[in-house]
């Protein structure tokens, strides 16, 4: 390998995975990266490495792990938070795991996770959200619920265009707003915060290209614009129109509108053809808990991907559970949606379903579908055993409470039963 980094080792086994003519080129065994992450980052880490490497091995390929640090460990190993090394090297790998990172409270301190999204443009945050048998839902039937949520990850109200009250900045903008453009009677007198929304075409089409390739490659039947566009016209609004073009434009022949498909075709989709409908945010929560099997793949706005995929999560099992992955062209950093609950760090304690899951999104992303099912028919078998970590054994009858390690151990084993 002829790659050269200051801080961390390149494996001297394994093949680099390439990007070429916009596909994952995967050998059968692609050098990966990962970072085991802060707080029960050590715990789940290496949980869900043991787990994936047995889900490799069992279909005939390797995995060959290349440890990368970010937050705390790199912090104690070379006195920085986010080493170029580490950005390297998920760029030059292309597919990676990541465990959660620490953004400390307080002023200073930006979100690692963030500055790792931006840096590598994995403009798509993916999150699948379906029930695994035995898991503790709060909704009557949890199974109706399979859905994969393209949030996008980069611009909206996160992109950090803020102004702080009371500052000359912020005073510069009101006066702008306010005499420039002529909403002279919309903000109230006294210190205000302000803050931007942009939300581009460009990076409107590219997550609604990603979560139509993604529904078709995958047989969903709806990709779902999930919007506010009926009060905020030009940035939601926006979405929903240039998804739809887009739609419209790159794939006239393989999608059709929710019109298109009662007017031309009985309300009945053709094969391998995947309906784009459009619904408000609002609406979209509560349609969630009452039409939840309607749904299918949706594209979001940053914002509204934030509230409704936790709000989706919720109705499968919460954050013991919850896979994602930030996904651009030809990269894949796969990471579970919970935090570092440093309250637990290092105990052995938590659930490391949500990291093993992550990296199942991670083994689907390399082509590996065989091994990806295994992962997750492991996962629910466990889990429907009872033989589970605290935050699952609290919820079910007759359920035993196993360690982080013991819990992913004996997946490994089921993994191994079933090759
Ligand atoms: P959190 O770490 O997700 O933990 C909140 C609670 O969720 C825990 O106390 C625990 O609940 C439950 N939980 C989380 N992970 C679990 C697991 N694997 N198994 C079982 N239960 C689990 O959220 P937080 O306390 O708000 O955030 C802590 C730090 O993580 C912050 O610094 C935050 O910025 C960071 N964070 C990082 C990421 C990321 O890296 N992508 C994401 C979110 C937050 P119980 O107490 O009920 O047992």
Same mark, same amino acid.
């Given at each position: ?56 091995? @069992? /279909? ?25 090394? /580490? ?32 840096? #590598? ?37 996160? @992109?950090?265009? +803020? ?47 990603? @979560? ?106 919460? #954050?013991?559970?919850? !896979? ?27 659930? !490391? ?62 993994? +191994?039963?079933?090759?």
């Amino acid at each position: 390998m002829s790659s050269e980094y200051d801080q961390i080792e390149v494996p001297d086994e394994g093949s680099k995975v390439t990007y070429e003519d916009g596909e994952l080129v995967v050998p059968d065994d692609p050098i990966i990266p990962i970072i085991h992450g802060d707080g029960i980052g050590t715990d789940v880490g290496p949980a869900a490495q043991s787990v994936l490497n047995a889900a490799a091995e @069992a /279909t005939g390929r390797e995995i060959n792990w290349m440890r990368v640090y970010a937050g705390e460990t790199a912090r104690e190993r070379y006195d920085e938070n986010l080493p170029d090394d /580490t950005v390297d090297a998920l760029r030059e790998f292309r597919v990676s795991i990541k465990g959660p990172l620490t953004t400390p409270v307080g002023a200073g301190f930006r979100s690692l996770n963030v500055a790792l999204r931006k840096k #590598l443009d994995l403009y798509a945050n993916v999150r699948p959200t379906y029930h695994l048998d035995g898991v503790p839902s709060p909704v009557k039937d949890p199974s109706e619920m399979d859905m994969v949520n393209f949030r996008e990850n980069t611009e909206d109200v996160y @992109a950090g265009i +803020e102004f702080d009250a009371g500052t000359d900045e912020v005073a510069q903008v009101r006066e702008f707003v306010e005499e420039e453009m002529g909403f002279d009677a919309t903000i109230h007198d006294g210190p205000v915060g302000i803050g931007i929304k942009p939300i581009t075409e460009f990076g409107t089409k590219r997550l609604v290209r990603q @979560a139509i390739e993604y529904a078709l490659e995958n047989d969903r039947d709806s990709v779902t614009l999930v919007h506010k566009g009926n009060i905020m016209k030009f940035t939601e609004g926006a979405f929903r129109d240039w998804g739809y073009e887009l739609a419209a434009e790159e794939f006239p022949e393989r999608t059709v509108t929710e019109d298109e498909l009662w007017d031309e075709h009985d309300g009945e989709a053709p094969p391998g053809v995947v309906v784009v409908k459009d619904r408000i945010a609002d609406n979209m929560l509560q349609q969630i808990l009452t039409r939840t099997d309607q749904y299918d793949v949706l594209a979001m706005p940053n914002l509204n991907g934030d509230y409704l995929s936790d709000a989706a999560g919720a109705q499968i099992g919460g #954050l013991g559970i919850a !896979p994602g992955a930030n996904i651009g062209d030809g990269r894949v950093l796969a990471e579970p949606v919970h935090g570092s609950a440093p309250k637990y760090a290092g105990q052995d304690k938590v659930n !490391p379903s949500a990291m093993i899951l992550s990296g199942r999104i991670m083994l689907e992303r390399l082509g590996w579908d065989d091994a990806a099912d295994l992962v997750r028919d492991a996962v629910e078998a466990q889990i429907s055993a009872k033989r589970v970590t605290y935050d699952i054994e609290r919820q079910v009858e007759g359920g035993e409470k196993l360690a982080t390690s013991e819990f992913a151990a004996e997946i490994v084993e089921r993994i +191994e039963e079933r090759a």
